[in-house]
């Protein structure tokens, strides 16, 4: 009665694990264009390269490390995350906003 219960973990450590999704793209505009990145890859990467007296290029991809502080140029900077299309454009600082917003909204309804 209990060995298909056995076969759980087997079937669990055997099957394929979905790949991370990022948004990939070289340019200064439309950035929205989702990939699957390939098995290893961790992160999905945002980098902003403004050189002086240029326009503001945004490189985003998938990656297998996140650049440290000391990596970055003065003039680019660099984001990193782990979850499915979390490289797109929404600003997180806004989600964060909406957020308190929402609470603030529900204690003062009580």
Same mark, same amino acid.
């Given at each position: 009665?209990?060995?298909?219960? !056995? ?10 694990? *979905?790949?991370? *999704? ?8 439309? &950035?929205? *264009?989702? /990939? +699957? &990145? /390939? @098995? ?17 290029? /945004? ?10 502080? *000391?990596?970055?140029?003065?003039? +680019?900077? @660099? ?6 299309? &979390?490289?797109?454009? %929404?600003?997180?600082? %806004?989600?964060?906003? /909406? !957020? @308190?917003?929402? !609470?603030?909204? @529900?204690?003062?309804?009580?």
């Amino acid at each position: 009665m209990r060995t298909p219960l !056995l076969w759980l973990p087997l079937l669990l450590i055997t099957w394929p694990a *979905q790949a991370l *999704q990022c948004h990939e793209c070289s340019a200064t505009k439309d &950035c929205f *264009q989702p /990939v +699957s &990145c /390939v @098995a290893q890859t961790r992160y999905c990467l945002t980098t902003w390269n403004r050189p002086p007296g240029q326009e503001t290029i /945004v490189i985003k991809s998938c990656a297998y490390t996140c650049p440290g502080f *000391q990596e970055s140029l003065s003039y +680019s900077r @660099a984001s990193c995350c782990n979850t499915d299309l &979390c490289n797109s454009a %929404v600003s997180h600082s %806004v989600s964060w906003g /909406v !957020l @308190a917003f929402s !609470l603030l909204a @529900a204690y003062l309804s009580r």
